[in-house]
């Protein structure tokens, strides 16, 4: 997923600092390899596409592709069946992952699994920082995720936002309307009252981020706002791909909305976040540099604590949808206004 691998790159920086004459290689999903555009840590991007899932013949041939750049270092920060048998057959000379059951032979060095944070990163962050610790690095740790825009990227983005008439002197908001799946989705008549309180007394531009095949919610979003909110909300203002998401998110002050990667590539562009989690999602996990001021998030365990005890993530994902409806806008509208105050 995005976030995963652009909180992963991390790990590709450090060791740029680290070795800088050094060949860099990352293996990523090939959906994703628009956020690691112009990131100089990387030598190589290394395509892992739906024909290598499906097909044991041609994930054969990557995993001897892979073979046959003898690569000192193999870094497994996936740690999958998929990576675990790359890992297997790369033949690298030392080979990095977590430490994890019935599989610790595969691997040289076998790093534990954090189960709790230890700092405002988040253990997102912090558990791909440990898979660095076996190698020593005499250097200091960049934590922040990074995404690079070119120059006619931002310009091609304020462009969009000058056809669709938004005017410069106000500050625009981007808003995570959905999840990936309606398991990670906040109600969208919750939603709808959100984006009323982010718009009430304030003279700002509004951005939905949505796919062209989530219309429907999307709309539905909108049309249950308030007039008042829906004279803000540009709603046909859409990136055309995923570098133009990048460069337009580039041109917002702030993202408020569900966990996911636009929240994750907006921290990145050094964006103030607030993010409101899906009931079974570790918020320790992906709440990363929160500091309460520039990056907030609120979960349901924060308010209901009771509904959470002697849960598994098993029961709590089949309870999602039920537990969403107890996530009412109020539990957590004075959080999302002091956001914004400070923010905007």
């Known amino acids: 997923m995005i976030g995963d691998v652009l909180v992963s790159s991390i790990i590709c920086n450090s060791l740029r600092k680290a070795y800088p004459d050094a060949q860099i290689d990352y293996l990523v999903y090939e959906s994703t390899k628009a956020v690691l555009e112009g990131n100089n840590s990387i030598s190589n991007i290394i395509s892992f596409t739906q024909e290598h899932r499906d097909s044991k013949k041609a994930l054969l041939q990557l995993a001897l592709q892979i073979r046959a750049e003898k690569y000192d270092v193999l870094i497994d920060a996936y740690s999958k069946l998929e990576s675990w048998i790359l890992s297997a057959l790369s033949g690298a000379q030392r080979k990095i992952s977590y430490k994890k059951p019935g599989r610790t032979l595969l691997y040289t060095d076998n790093v534990p699994f954090a189960a709790s944070p230890k700092s405002n990163l988040g253990l997102a962050i912090e558990r791909r920082l440990s898979l660095l610790e076996p190698l020593h690095l005499n250097i200091k740790i960049d934590p922040l995720p990074k995404l690079f825009v070119t120059e006619n990227e931002n310009q091609v983005a304020q462009n969009l936002l000058s056809q669709h008439q938004l005017k410069a002197g106000k500050k625009t908001v981007m808003i995570s309307l959905l999840g990936s799946e309606k398991l990670k989705t906040y109600p969208l008549a919750y939603m709808a009252k959100l984006v009323d309180t982010i718009a009430e007394g304030r003279d700002i531009n509004i951005l939905f981020n949505y796919f062209p095949k989530q219309i429907e919610d999307a709309r539905t979003v909108y049309n249950a706002t308030k007039a008042s909110t ?101 539990l957590f509208e004075e959080q999302l206004r002091h956001f914004l105050n400070t923010n905007l």
């Open 230 to 330: 829906r004279d803000k909300i540009f709603f046909d203002l859409l990136a055309p791909d995923l570098r133009g998401y990048i460069a337009l998110m580039n041109q917002c002050d702030l993202i408020v909305g569900n966990d996911g990667g636009a929240i994750n590539m907006a921290k990145a562009l050094d964006k103030p976040s607030f993010i409101v989690f899906s009931p079974w999602i570790e918020k320790k996990i992906w709440a990363t540099f929160e500091d309460g001021i520039h990056h907030l998030s609120v979960h349901l365990q924060d308010f209901k604590q009771e509904l959470f005890v002697a849960k598994t993530e098993k029961e709590l994902k089949k309870e999602a949808l039920s537990l969403y409806e107890k996530f009412e806008p109020q």
